[in-house]
């Protein structure tokens, strides 16, 4: 059995998941052990020929799990999950690759970290620039804060989200709240002690979710930068979803699971109170000076 299945989602992604995969079997640890990793993926009813390509060029290094439509990211990861088998699984966006010790750093960080249910890796952009890959979960006033300009305020930006994580270098190994799924590495018995993604999130916010289910049930989500990727960022998105109202519902659904009607209710209000707050300076300022021009 392998110590690692590595799961690749793919919706029409022929043109770009070498990138991924190559960058799989390319690892070291994969070249000196080809057992030490099981790839999968998993094909969102794809019509581009994604399916034949992949075929063509990997033969049965890669196992194919053919979803028949395009079901999204979380039930698309279920069905992979379902027929892999190894004691973790690694998610990899079809447009991230990884680098060289990838897989056997996040590995042995997991075997050396027992309660570790959830582990990601440092993300660079392809500029070399690092990619902030890691999260706080929300609190009401992180969520206000960081749904308006006032988070960026001075006096208010310790109180938004992410505000601990601001300074954070990303050079150090972390225990935080959440990582994002780009290239993120699951234990599996924490997946089947607290079940699947929760496959209503279509796209965005199921890592976000299955990361608060994790810590609730007792396991850490930690950053580990010794395990490195490259992530182009959007994927298969990019052109085909209105990616801004995708993450809107998928946050509003988080919401509204994990804190309830009340909680989401009244940030709506809160947020609808902030612009009529922002329409009263408006039309005051225009009152005023049309005011001080008629005394001229």
Same mark, same amino acid.
């Given at each position: 059995?392998?110590?690692?299945?590595?799961?690749?989602?793919?919706? @029409?992604?022929?043109?770009?998941?070498?990138?991924? *995969? =190559?960058?799989?079997?390319? +690892?070291?640890?994969?070249?000196?052990?080809?057992?030490?990793?099981?790839?999968?993926?998993?094909?969102?009813?794809?019509?581009?020929?994604?399916?034949?390509?992949?075929?063509?060029?990997?033969?049965?290094?890669?196992?194919?799990?053919? @979803?028949?439509? @395009?079901?999204?990211?979380?039930?698309?990861?279920?069905?992979?999950?379902?027929?892999?088998?190894?004691? #973790?699984?690694?998610? +990899? @966006?079809?447009?991230?690759? +990884?680098?060289?010790?990838?897989?056997?750093?996040?590995?042995?960080? *997991?075997?050396?970290?027992?309660?570790?249910?959830?582990?990601?890796?440092?993300?660079?952009? #392809?500029?070399?620039?690092?990619?902030?890959?890691?999260?706080?979960?929300?609190?009401?006033?992180?969520?206000?804060?960081?749904?308006?300009?006032?988070?960026?305020?001075?006096?208010?930006?310790?109180?938004?989200?992410?505000?601990?994580?601001?300074?954070?270098?990303?050079?150090?190994?972390?225990?935080?709240? +959440?990582?994002?799924?780009?290239?993120?590495?699951?234990?599996?018995?924490?997946?089947?002690?607290?079940?699947?993604? =929760?496959?209503?999130?279509?796209?965005?916010?199921?890592?976000? =979710?299955?990361?608060?289910?994790?810590?609730?049930?007792?396991?850490?989500?930690?950053?580990?930068?010794?395990?490195?990727?490259?992530?182009?960022?959007?994927?298969?998105?990019?052109?085909?979803?209105?990616?801004?109202?995708?993450?809107?519902?998928?946050?509003?659904?988080?919401?509204?699971?994990?804190?309830?009607?009340?909680? #989401?209710?009244?940030?709506?209000?809160?947020?609808?109170?902030? #612009?009529?707050?922002?329409?009263?300076?408006?039309?005051?300022?225009?009152?005023?000076?049309?005011?001080?021009?008629?005394?001229?």
């Amino acid at each position: 059995m392998s110590r690692v299945d590595v799961i690749v989602v793919c919706w @029409n992604d022929r043109d770009k998941i070498t990138t991924a *995969l =190559d960058s799989v079997f390319a +690892l070291g640890e994969v070249r000196a052990d080809p057992g030490f990793v099981q790839v999968i993926v998993s094909d969102n009813g794809s019509s581009d020929g994604s399916r034949e390509f992949i075929r063509a060029r990997y033969g049965e290094r890669v196992e194919i799990v053919e @979803n028949g439509a @395009n079901l999204g990211f979380a039930a698309a990861c279920n069905r992979a999950f379902a027929v892999s088998s190894s004691e #973790y699984v690694f998610l +990899l @966006n079809p447009d991230a690759e +990884l680098k060289d010790g990838a897989l056997a750093e996040i590995v042995a960080f *997991l075997d050396a970290h027992p309660r570790a249910g959830i582990a990601g890796s440092r993300i660079y952009n #392809y500029d070399g620039t690092i990619q902030q890959s890691v999260g706080e979960f929300d609190t009401w006033v992180g969520a206000f804060l960081r749904s308006s300009a006032w988070g960026e305020w001075l006096p208010f930006r310790r109180f938004a989200n992410g505000a601990s994580l601001r300074d954070f270098a990303y050079d150090q190994p972390r225990r935080v709240d +959440l990582a994002i799924g780009a290239a993120l590495a699951i234990r599996r018995d924490m997946l089947e002690a607290i079940g699947p993604f =929760d496959e209503r999130f279509f796209l965005y916010h199921e890592e976000v =979710d299955f990361a608060k289910r994790a810590a609730q049930a007792g396991w850490e989500t930690w950053f580990v930068p010794a395990s490195e990727a490259v992530h182009e960022g959007m994927g298969s998105a990019r052109g085909h979803y209105n990616v801004e109202k995708r993450k809107q519902n998928s946050r509003r659904k988080y919401w509204l699971k994990h804190h309830g009607r009340g909680w #989401y209710y009244s940030l709506v209000v809160a947020l609808v109170a902030r #612009y009529v707050a922002y329409a009263g300076v408006l039309a005051a300022t225009v009152l005023v000076a049309r005011r001080l021009r008629g005394r001229r």
